[in-house]
């Protein structure tokens, strides 16, 4: 079913508002916005799926309210970009949640498997994905388009309920809790310009005055937000790495600036402003990079909890990123606190890998097969 009319929407609230569980998934596109621009929605409940189209100016208000009542669970597939279209729109977030991508992780589908994948696995079908790279802002949309988008949501219930069954009987549906709770943190969405800085990725960082840098990507944050357009469109992050190292002190060498283009005057004096304001800002008060590690963990240290890590997650069928990465072995090989130090995180693997540094568990090469041997079992 397509929805574009506000009448057809009441329809579908009115029968959502008894179901228990939504199924759930978006459109969108970004390429040329700060936010993400919403273009359609699916929807599924009992054998019922919908694609409503915003683009029609409906009133997507009682909609959003059943997507955020704590009475409903929500449904979907690597859902972190729908869950931020969701609090853009109404700055809350859905009280119960399920992902089907991070589900399939706890119960050993692997890294990051797609929906595509468990479809094939679970229901043994195959989505036609000729139409993925749909621009989904034009209009009007042809039946194979809305066929493939409902698609994201027709396969949901089977692979929810099979996930859940496997959840439940490999007890560990603490675990996907756990992993859920950051998706629910208002936090992961909210944009905070005076932290837009942290999130520039270039070398010559370290060379960058960080207070000016602070500042100019504080200055582009609020641009791209007012402009609702992406930061690379204001400036480009290297463009703003290269003034906060070279500080350009008149207009015209800010006009001058390669890689800038065509600025105009009004923004060539606000960019020498909010350079002059960073410069101006006390070095006890200028951000600092996060030194680096004085000390660094035995390679042959970290090569051992990697065997470990890969060994556990092999027997356990559990994907090995939800447990640890290279930066949480390097932490717990140097006596720190890691991810895995606690939780269920420790039960499948902090405790052995304790028992790795103390030298109770140990490799042993069997018949060809590698094992983890506990010491005891040694001594006979």
């Not at 500080?247 to 923004?267: C, D, H």
Request: aromatic letters at 8%; proline letters at 4%; one cysteine or more.
């Amino acid at each position: 079913m397509y929805i574009d009319s506000d009448e057809e929407l009441q329809k579908l609230c009115a029968g959502l508002r008894k179901a228990k569980v939504i199924y759930f998934d978006t459109e969108f596109m970004r390429e040329r916005s700060f936010y993400p621009k919403l273009c359609l929605i699916q929807v599924g409940y009992g054998k019922h799926q919908a694609a409503i189209d915003p683009l029609a100016k409906l009133d997507l208000k009682p909609l959003l309210k059943i997507l955020t009542s704590a009475t409903k669970l929500l449904v979907f597939h690597s859902g972190r970009q729908d869950l931020e279209i969701i609090y853009n729109l109404t700055g809350k977030l859905p009280k119960n949640i399920f992902d089907t991508q991070l589900a399939a992780m706890v119960c050993g589908f692997g890294e990051q498997v797609s929906y595509m994948q468990l479809v094939e696995q679970i229901c043994g079908e195959k989505i036609d994905k000729s139409q993925r790279f749909t621009d989904w802002s034009k209009r009007p949309l042809l039946k194979k388009q809305i066929d493939y988008a409902l698609a994201d949501v027709v396969y949901l219930p089977k692979i929810h309920d099979s996930l859940a069954g496997a959840l439940k009987t490999q007890k560990r549906g603490k675990w996907l809790n756990a992993e859920e709770e950051a998706l629910l943190d208002i936090k992961t969405y909210k944009e905070n310009p005076k932290d837009a800085w942290t999130k520039i990725k270039h070398k010559g960082k370290k060379h960058a005055d960080l207070g000016v840098l602070q500042a100019l990507a504080e200055w582009r944050e609020k641009e791209a937000i007012r402009k609702d357009k992406p930061r690379g469109f204001i400036i480009k992050n290297e463009i703003l790495v290269e003034l906060a190292i070279q500080r350009p002190k008149t207009e015209k060498a800010i006009q001058n600036f390669r890689g800038l283009g065509n600025v105009s005057r009004e923004t060539s004096a606000k960019i020498l402003a909010v350079i002059q304001q960073g410069c101006d800002l006390p070095d006890s008060k200028k951000p600092k990079l996060k030194p680096r590690p004085t000390r660094k963990a035995d390679s042959g240290v970290i090569d051992m909890l990697k065997l470990l890590l890969k060994k556990t997650c092999e027997k356990e069928k559990i994907a090995p990123r939800l447990i640890a990465d290279s930066s949480d072995l390097e932490k717990f090989a140097l006596g720190e606190e890691a991810i895995f130090s606690k939780g269920w995180r420790y039960e499948t693997f902090g405790k052995k890998a304790e028992q790795l540094l103390r030298g109770e568990i140990f490799f042993k090469i069997s018949n060809g097969q590698l094992k983890i041997t506990r010491k005891k079992q040694a001594a006979k």
